[in-house]
């Protein structure tokens, strides 16, 4: 299964907010450029974090983008699900929209529906807290100014 680049934002978005300083600003210019990704998708994957209450946005010449929780309570599993516009991974999946002819008699679709549920469930058991813990790692990688830290 492969992330959309929606959900990869989102959560690169939220590492670099959880390794800031609390309560220090960022722009989304600023974290487009670091990780070197489209400033537009970046902007519609930071409203969109705004609106599920991750991240909070402050409008304004001194305005920016911080983490809205503690990066203990976000927990990984969720941020998939909520970014994640489908997680059918075979057509059979979406009843609507299925034309498979083995759906009947095929075992296929409850091994994938097995395979998806272990997959979120790990996902599950991480925050953004677990991801951040080589800190300083992140840091040099992201380019940190000593001032920033």
Not at 30 to 59: C, F, M, P, W
Not at 68 to 95: H, M, S, Y
């Amino acid at each position: 299964m492969q992330l959309t680049s929606y959900t990869d934002y989102s959560l690169r978005l939220l590492l670099y907010l959880a390794l800031q300083p609390k309560h220090k600003l960022s722009s989304v210019k600023q974290v487009a450029d670091i990780y070197r990704i489209s400033y537009n998708h970046l902007t519609k994957v930071t409203h969109e974090l705004g609106k599920l209450g991750l991240i909070e946005t402050i409008k304004g010449r001194n305005g920016g983008i911080r983490l809205a929780k503690e990066p203990e309570e976000i927990n990984i599993g969720e941020v998939v699900k909520q970014t994640e516009d489908n997680l059918e991974l075979v057509e059979c999946f979406n009843r609507e929209t299925n034309t498979c002819i083995l759906n009947p008699a095929c075992r296929l679709k409850g091994v994938l529906h097995e395979a998806l549920a272990a997959y979120l469930q790990v996902l599950e058991q991480y925050t953004v807290k677990d991801l951040v813990l080589n800190e300083d790692d992140l840091r040099a990688l992201l380019q940190f100014k000593t001032t920033e830290q």
